[in-house]
C-alpha cells in the first residue's frame, strides 16, 4: 500500500508543499486525457476510510468515489484535461506531459517538489522526481491517480449518452471487444483518436 515515505524524504530536503500527479487516458482510442496534482493535508486524513487509498486501478468505483470526494475536499487539487485536438497535434506522449503541466498550475499555489507517476518527466517550475508505479508507493500520487480516473471516467460517461452504443460507460474508451466491434459497426466519432491504430484502420482499410 502507497504511503508517505517519499514525501517525509521530500521534506526532509527542505520542501515544504509537495504534490502527487498522475495521468489517466494514455491508452484509450477515444477521450481526452486527464492528469491531476493533489497536495495532501495528513491532518485532514483522520477517517478511517483513508487507509483505503491507493493505486486507483486496484480498488473499486465506489471506493474510488468515496475517496475522490474526501481528497477534494480537502486537499489542494489541481487538474489538465487535453483534448483530441491536442493529442493528435502533439502525440499521446506529448498530450500527457501537458496534462501534468496544466494540473500543476491549475493548483492554487506552486508546489516546492512533485512527485510523478511514471519515467517521464513533463517541463515543471519547480523540483521534480519520477517514480515508477508511484501511485501504489506514494499516498500523494495515489490521490492523484483517483482524481485523474474519476474525473476522466465521468467525462466518458457523459460522451456515452452522446455517442451510444461504444460502451464508453463500462470501457472508458479502452479498445475493448465490445468497442472494437462498435467501431466497425458504427463508425469513428470526433472523440476518436484518428492517429491510433484500430481506428486509423477503419479510416483507412486500404493502408492496413
Not at 127 to 139: F, N, P
Not at 193 to 205: D, Y
Amino acid at each position: 500500500m502507497p504511503d508517505f515515505s517519499f514525501e517525509h524524504a521530500a521534506h526532509d530536503q527542505g520542501w515544504v508543499r509537495i504534490a502527487g500527479v498522475d495521468e489517466a487516458g494514455r491508452g484509450p482510442l477515444a477521450g481526452p486525457v486527464v492528469a491531476a496534482a493533489v497536495i495532501l493535508n495528513p491532518d485532514a486524513m483522520t477517517d478511517p476510510e483513508w487507509a483505503r487509498l491507493d493505486d486507483s486501478k486496484r480498488m473499486t468505483d465506489k471506493a474510488r468515489d468515496m475517496l475522490f470526494d474526501k481528497i477534494m475536499t480537502s486537499a489542494d487539487i489541481g487538474v489538465g484535461i487535453v483534448d483530441l485536438e491536442a493529442i493528435e497535434k502533439l502525440n499521446i506522449l506529448g498530450a500527457t506531459m501537458k496534462a501534468m503541466v496544466d494540473a500543476v498550475g491549475a493548483l492554487n499555489i506552486c508546489p516546492d517538489h512533485v512527485l510523478i507517476d511514471g519515467n517521464r518527466m513533463p517541463s515543471l517550475p519547480c523540483s521534480a522526481e519520477t517514480i515508477v508505479k508511484g501511485d501504489g508507493k506514494s499516498l500523494s500520487i495515489a490521490a492523484a491517480s483517483v482524481i485523474a480516473k474519476v474525473t476522466r471516467d465521468r467525462i466518458m460517461v457523459d460522451l456515452n449518452i452522446r455517442y451510444p452504443g461504444y460502451g464508453w460507460d463500462r470501457n472508458a474508451g479502452y479498445g475493448t471487444a465490445e468497442h472494437l466491434d462498435a467501431l466497425k459497426r458504427l463508425g469513428v466519432t470526433p472523440h476518436h483518436r484518428k492517429s491510433f491504430a484500430p481506428v486509423r484502420k477503419i479510416l483507412s482499410p486500404e493502408d492496413s
